[in-house]
């Protein structure tokens, strides 16, 4: 079975522009998570959605925006993006809410010049 | 707030030595605890989780991890180390009721030498 699948792997945006990244879970999971990690940190929690809807959020700005699709893949949209905003992006799929262990996608590195 | 600690950022060893992963943990209560491993270009991996069943959890590839309550530690140890160890390894705490907000550590990197 395949396993979390991200796209794209990496991705160059400058100041101000918005992008989109893209979650497909393990088939069968309803779960997905997002997470940023900056470079030389570990992960940080953004969102988790379950059956389409929000079911957590991290300390991120409101610039931060996600969605699940009746599929259960998922998008993260970043408006307005900062210098900061660089990392990489991981999400993170479950197969029931409140589930404990979460199987990781490679994740997107994202850069921001 | 519950949080974990990672003592050291890296950690060198040689190839057949024993490999030491040290972290705390701060929670009032007993925590849900993990160790994923990252490969450069790879999602994390888990490597072992605690729940309060046993004291001494063993993991994937040759680790295992000893829960000490009275020293609020979670170190990762493998008696003997192999080269495709190298890697990034992030202890984690799950915050009660967050049963999918992992809270991760800052990583120790360890790297294996011939």
């Known amino acids: 079975d395949a396993g979390v699948t991200q796209s794209p792997t990496h991705l160059i945006k400058t100041r101000g522009q918005h992008v989109t990244l893209r979650c497909s879970p393990i088939s069968g999971h309803k779960s997905v998570s997002w997470y940023q990690q900056v470079l030389g940190q570990g992960p940080q929690f953004i969102f988790q959605y379950y059956e389409k809807e929000e079911r957590g959020r991290g300390n991120f700005p409101d610039r931060f925006s996600a969605r699940q699709f009746p599929n259960y893949s998922s998008e993260l949209n970043v408006n307005a993006l900062l210098l900061g905003d660089s990392a990489l992006y991981l999400c993170a799929s479950t197969k029931r809410d409140r589930e404990e262990t979460q199987y990781f996608g490679p994740g997107t590195r994202l850069l921001v010049l | 707030a519950q949080s974990v600690t990672q003592l050291d950022s890296h950690v060198s060893v040689s190839e057949g030595t024993p490999v030491l992963l040290r972290c705390n943990y701060s929670?009032?209560?007993?925590?849900?605890l993990f160790w994923y491993v990252q490969h450069p270009n790879k999602g994390l991996q888990l490597l072992l989780k605690?729940?309060?069943?046993?004291?001494l959890v063993k993991g994937i590839n040759g680790f295992e991890a000893e829960f000490k309550k009275s020293e609020t530690s979670f170190h990762l140890t493998k008696p003997s180390a192999h080269m495709s160890d190298a890697a990034e390894y992030f202890c984690?705490?799950?915050?009660?009721?967050?049963?999918?907000?992992?809270?991760f550590g800052a990583g120790t990197r360890l790297a294996v030498h011939p």
């Open positions: 929670s009032s209560y007993s925590p849900s």
């Open positions: 984690v705490v799950i915050p009660l009721g967050g049963y999918n907000k992992l809270i």
């Open positions: 605690y729940t309060s069943a046993a004291t």
